[in-house]
C-alpha cells in the first residue's frame, strides 16, 4: 500500500486504528474453540467487526510461529480475509533483524508470499539489516525506535559519542537517511509519550507505528497530541483491549465497542488537529 492510499483510508475512517491480532487460544470464548480451526475463525470474526473503524491490522508472528504449520496457515487465512474486507494496511510484527541474503528472505517472505504490507524490523544490525526490506513501491520497514518496555532502558536511551545524542535518536537519524516516508516507519511506544513528541521532532514526515495503547497502560489523548501530523501520522495500536474485550458470548461485540470507542476519540483529535474536516 502506498503512502497515499494509507492517507487517504485514515481521512475515510476518521481513524488511526490498528487492531493487533495477538490471538491465543486458550483466550478465546468457548464457541470458538470448539472449531476445527478456532484461531482463524476468531480473527475473521474480529476482522468482520472491526474493519470499518480500523485503518490497520498487526499480526504478531510469535503467536503463529507457536503453532507451527497449522499456525502458519491461520496467518495466511487471516491476511487473505482481511484483503477481502476492504482498504487496509497489514503488518507483520516480525521483528526480524538479520543482513545480506538472509534479510533478502525475510523480505521476499512477508512481502512476497504473505502479501504483508509492513514488516517491524530491529536495527541493531544496522543498515545492511534495513535496506533489503526497501525500494519495494507499496511496501514498508517499521523500524524499532522506542518500545514500550521495561528493557528499553537498557540500551535506547545511552548517549552515543559526545553525548549530544541518545541511542534512539541516532538510529532514526540513520534509519530516516535510508528510507524516505513512503517505505519507512518507526516504532514509537505509547507509555512515553514525552520521548513520542522528541521523536517527531526528528521525523516529521514518517508514520509513527505506536502500541501500548490500552493493556499497556498508553495514554491515547497523549499520544495523538504529541505525534499526529497533518496526514495523521499515526497507527495506533490495540491488542488485548479489543481481542478480549469481552467474554464468550460478548467477545465479538464487546470488540467492535472497543474499536469504536477509540475510534471516535481519534476521530474527535483529527477534527481538532484539521486533519478531516
Given at each position: 500500500?502506498?503512502?497515499?492510499?494509507?492517507?487517504?483510508?485514515?481521512?475515510k475512517?476518521?481513524?488511526?486504528?490498528?487492531?493487533g491480532?495477538?490471538t491465543?487460544?486458550?483466550?478465546l470464548?468457548?464457541?470458538f474453540?470448539?472449531?476445527?480451526?478456532?484461531?482463524?475463525?476468531?480473527?475473521h470474526a474480529i476482522v468482520?467487526a472491526t474493519?470499518?473503524?480500523a485503518?490497520?491490522?498487526?499480526l504478531?508472528?510469535a503467536f503463529?510461529?507457536?503453532?507451527?504449520?497449522?499456525?502458519?496457515?491461520?496467518?495466511e487465512?487471516?491476511?487473505?480475509?482481511?484483503?477481502?474486507?476492504?482498504?487496509?494496511?497489514?503488518?507483520?510484527?516480525?521483528?526480524?533483524g538479520?543482513?545480506g541474503?538472509?534479510a533478502?528472505?525475510?523480505a521476499?517472505?512477508?512481502?512476497d508470499?504473505?502479501?504483508?504490507?509492513?514488516?517491524?524490523v530491529?536495527p541493531?544490525?544496522?543498515?545492511?539489516?534495513?535496506?533489503?526490506?526497501?525500494d519495494r513501491?507499496g511496501?514498508?520497514?517499521?523500524?524499532?525506535a522506542?518500545?514500550?518496555n521495561?528493557?528499553a532502558?537498557?540500551?535506547?536511551?545511552?548517549p552515543?559519542?559526545?553525548?549530544?545524542?541518545?541511542?534512539?535518536?541516532?538510529v532514526?537519524q540513520?534509519?530516516a537517511e535510508?528510507?524516505?516516508?513512503?517505505?519507512?516507519?518507526?516504532?514509537?511506544?505509547?507509555?512515553r509519550?514525552e520521548l513520542?513528541k522528541q521523536?517527531?521532532?526528528?521525523?516529521?514526515?514518517?508514520f509513527?507505528?505506536?502500541?501500548g495503547?490500552?493493556?499497556?497502560g498508553?495514554?491515547l489523548?497523549?499520544?495523538?497530541r504529541?505525534?499526529?501530523?497533518?496526514?495523521?501520522?499515526?497507527?495506533?495500536?490495540?491488542?488485548?483491549?479489543?481481542?478480549?474485550?469481552?467474554?464468550?458470548a460478548?467477545?465479538i461485540t464487546?470488540?467492535?465497542e472497543a474499536?469504536?470507542a477509540?475510534?471516535?476519540?481519534?476521530a474527535?483529535?483529527?477534527?481538532a488537529?484539521g486533519?478531516?474536516?
Amino acid at each position: 500500500m502506498k503512502r497515499e492510499d494509507l492517507i487517504r483510508i485514515i481521512k475515510k475512517k476518521r481513524s488511526l486504528l490498528c487492531v493487533g491480532l495477538d490471538t491465543e487460544l486458550h483466550l478465546l470464548p468457548q464457541q470458538f474453540r470448539e472449531l476445527h480451526d478456532p484461531i482463524r475463525a476468531y480473527n475473521h470474526a474480529i476482522v468482520k467487526a472491526t474493519h470499518h473503524v480500523a485503518v490497520a491490522y498487526k499480526l504478531n508472528l510469535a503467536f503463529y510461529e507457536a503453532n507451527g504449520a497449522a499456525g502458519w496457515r491461520d496467518l495466511e487465512s487471516t491476511v487473505a480475509y482481511i484483503r477481502s474486507v476492504g482498504s487496509c494496511f497489514i503488518i507483520a510484527d516480525a521483528k526480524r533483524g538479520d543482513i545480506g541474503n538472509t534479510a533478502r528472505k525475510y523480505a521476499e517472505a512477508f512481502f512476497d508470499h504473505l502479501d504483508f504490507d509492513a514488516v517491524t524490523v530491529a536495527p541493531y544490525m544496522g543498515e545492511d539489516s534495513i535496506t533489503p526490506f526497501l525500494d519495494r513501491p507499496g511496501k514498508w520497514a517499521i523500524v524499532l525506535a522506542i518500545t514500550s518496555n521495561e528493557g528499553a532502558l537498557d540500551f535506547q536511551f545511552l548517549p552515543v559519542e559526545d553525548g549530544s545524542q541518545r541511542l534512539f535518536e541516532r538510529v532514526m537519524q540513520r534509519m530516516a537517511e535510508l528510507g524516505d516516508p513512503d517505505e519507512l516507519m518507526f516504532v514509537v511506544g505509547a507509555t512515553r509519550p514525552e520521548l513520542l513528541k522528541q521523536a517527531r521532532a526528528m521525523a516529521p514526515e514518517h508514520f509513527f507505528l505506536v502500541p501500548g495503547v490500552g493493556a499497556q497502560g498508553g495514554d491515547l489523548e497523549g499520544v495523538l497530541r504529541a505525534g499526529m501530523t497533518k496526514d495523521g501520522g499515526l497507527l495506533v495500536n490495540s491488542s488485548r483491549g479489543i481481542l478480549y474485550a469481552g467474554k464468550e458470548a460478548e467477545a465479538i461485540t464487546k470488540a467492535r465497542e472497543a474499536a469504536e470507542a477509540l475510534q471516535r476519540d481519534m476521530a474527535r483529535a483529527m477534527e481538532a488537529a484539521g486533519v478531516v474536516g
